[in-house]
């Protein structure tokens, strides 16, 4: 029985996604060209997804981490937001820490999360009393380990990339915040691991809910 056009683009489909079963020969030259360019697109734009975290890291292990991703299923997102979205969940587990490179890979995932919840975001109304709080799902701290202008400079293409040290500073990004990020005080940081409200001037707290950086519990 001859099977219709569109079970034939089905299982094509299908053998070019890795698929066990393929309606022509899987050795023929056209099809391995096509698997190629395939595959060649797929890497292409995942680089382009997250650019500025591959490029902190060796060509090797570059490579090595789009190739996987790739394996995995990664570059065929029709949006390429939801495509970084994807590339950087999947690098920042396997990026050395610390590392430049999984800091900008934690700084892209924390800018993203800022700005979805950005277009919704109002600053509560204070609360009488210590009311818990929790941190917001849009919000993120990350540390730098480096001055952030140096690494940022680097990656511009004007001047070394810093070495690595101890934490140079820790960085908010919040839906509440001017440009969505800026620099956290040791005391907001302590705040922030630790969720010590009896400890944290009330002031800091309130802060803190204003900028989205903190949510009041449910």
Known sequence: MTESLAAFQSNLGSAL??????????????????????????EGRSILAARAVLMLLPDIERQRLVGEYVDQGGGLAWFLGTERENFL?????????????????????????????ASTFEPPEQRAGAAPVERSPHAALVPFYAD????????????????????????????????????????????????????APRPLVTALLKEGVLIYKA
């Open 89 to 117: 969940a999947f690098l920042a587990p396997r990026l050395p820490d610390p590392s430049h490179a999984l800091t900008v890979c934690r700084m892209s995932q924390a800018l993203a999360q800022a700005q979805r919840g």
């Open 148 to 199: 952030p202008g140096a690494i940022t400079m680097a990656l511009n293409g004007a001047g070394e990339l810093p070495p690595i040290g101890p934490p140079a500073c820790a960085v908010f990004f919040a839906p509440g915040i001017t440009n969505l990020f800026r620099v956290a005080t040791d005391a907001e940081a302590a705040l922030w691991a630790t969720l010590a409200l009896a400890e």
């Open 17 to 42: 996604r890795g698929g066990q079963t393929c309606p022509i020969d899987p050795n023929s030259p056209g099809f391995r060209f096509t698997m190629e360019v395939r595959r060649s697109w797929c």
